[in-house]
């Protein structure tokens, strides 16, 4: 039985296409119900719909044998997992961003409102810049907005919570998107079962630019 986790909601739901079109379906996974466990007894497959932050916990601890997580969750969690395709879908950027009238006084410590306090730390570390981490779970743009923190490092899809709420991207610090990773003993007990898969998922990819 091949074990494996997606990312419950819109993006889970597109990555599973790409997983019944490669060769991979399970199509009791359509129905509408509130079930999070569904298995094809025919090939082997067993599929859980698991919270997108997640992911990478159930396939490190081998709960899963492959999973779907997004970048900035392998870059923040940094999980031993290997990494196998970048899928191009789910596709963001992590940025900072700020009210239109920031300005950086370098004189003070910067306050970084995040959910991503690795991401965000590495990233004004590389600039040398001293911060303070604000760590949110979620609604980080109201941090500024309140006067909690001075920006936001968080992820930008289509930039509208940003400009609804009156904030800018100041930098771009790195593209997102969505990739199949592997447990590692998984991988090396089932490399072949893994690769097809992989290579099923890519050979998708290629239509994408
Ligand atoms: C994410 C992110 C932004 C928003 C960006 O939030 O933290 O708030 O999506 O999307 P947009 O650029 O298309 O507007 P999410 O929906 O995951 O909720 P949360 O971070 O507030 O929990």
């Known amino acids: 039985m091949l074990n494996i986790a997606l990312p419950k909601g819109r993006l889970g739901e597109q990555v599973y296409g790409m997983f019944a079109a490669a060769g991979f ?39 899963a044998d492959v999973g779907v997580a997004g970048k900035d969750i392998l870059l923040e969690y940094a999980p031993d997992v290997y990494e196998l395709l970048d899928l191009k879908v789910g596709r963001c950027r992590m940025a900072v961003a700020a009210p239109a009238e920031f300005r950086d006084d370098h004189r003070r410590k910067l306050r970084v409102a995040t959910k991503f306090d690795r991401i965000a730390g590495g990233h004004y570390a590389s600039l040398g810049r001293d911060i303070d981490i604000i760590h949110l779970n979620g609604s980080i743009e109201l941090a500024p907005l309140l006067g909690l923190s001075d920006v936001i490092v968080d992820i930008v899809e289509t930039g509208t919570t940003l400009r609804e709420n009156g904030l800018k991207v100041v930098t771009e610090i790195l593209p997102i998107s969505a990739r199949l990773i592997t447990n ?6 089932c490399r072949g079962e893994i690769e097809n898969l992989r290579h099923g998922l890519w050979l998708q990819t290629e239509e994408k630019p």
């Open 25 to 63: 379906p399970c199509p009791s996974i359509l129905e509408e119900n509130r079930r999070l466990i569904f298995v094809n007894e025919a090939q082997g497959l067993r599929y859980f719909w698991v919270k997108p932050s997640d992911v990478a916990v159930y396939v490190e601890r081998g709960a």
């Open 184 to 189: 590692k003993a998984s991988y090396e007990f």
